[in-house]
């Protein structure tokens, strides 16, 4: 893929912001808007990977590789570039492992309007300093993502949510392989995948009915270890996903201290990699 105009688009100057389909926040105001390339340059199934524009919509993505059986552990909403760049897992975490580890190779643009590769093709092909997994959660400030390669997975060939009012922290350790695991203080939502037989076997074995995924809350996203769930009760609505960590609250999360060694390393990165402040200005990777 040729990242020539996006590159030059970007320029090596003035302040600049990158958009995609406004579903992770939009533009900054007032700053010139680039767009990364949209498409899917090619699908290797036999190797298990895409290489794809950033800015393309991640459920054009998914029906691409459709055809294929396979499928990217990204949640289905935005761009790839967006989804990368935010750096949030789905709530098919569990499973599917964090976002960070679906990006084998980018291809992007830095502060100096340059086009630099970091990573590989394959896993096996990756060696030095893995670059690729400083620019997922990045959200842009460190270089404009244009071109990538994904890790895929196969397809499920049979998937179905159940509902339980059993304890989520009895259940989860006896489950082989969830998908999902969610808890929202009354009930637990899970998520199981594979073949039918199977699915529906293990769901009768611990007693879970078939059902609906819970709407998320979406006023913040909360991080805590799993003996603090308990102690959301009577905080406001929460979806908790057992064994990762992640609740999703109708507010923000409480405010705590920034590690002042987190910060200032933050602060050397961001130096080095766009020492003028030129991408995406005003955006604070700390706070997001």
Known sequence: MDLTEFADDIGSEQPVSIAGLGTRGGPVDGVHTVMAPVGVESVQADEMTVRCGAGTPVD??????????????????????????MGQSGIRRLGYGPIRDTLLLARYVNARGEIVKAGGPTVKNVSGFDLCRLLVGSRGTLGFIGEVILRTRPRSTYEQWFTTSADPLEVFPNLYRPTSVLWDGATTWVLLEGHRADVLAQAAEFGLAPGDPPALPNGGRWSLPPRELPGLIGSGRFVAEIGVGIVHHEHRPPERPVDSAVSLLHSRLKAEFDPTGRLNPGVDVLAG
Request: hydrophobic share 60%; glycine share 16%.
């Open 60 to 85: 054009e993505l998914d029906a691409a590789l459709a055809a294929f059986g396979q499928s990217v552990a990204i949640a289905p909403s935005g761009t790839v570039g967006g989804a990368l760049a």
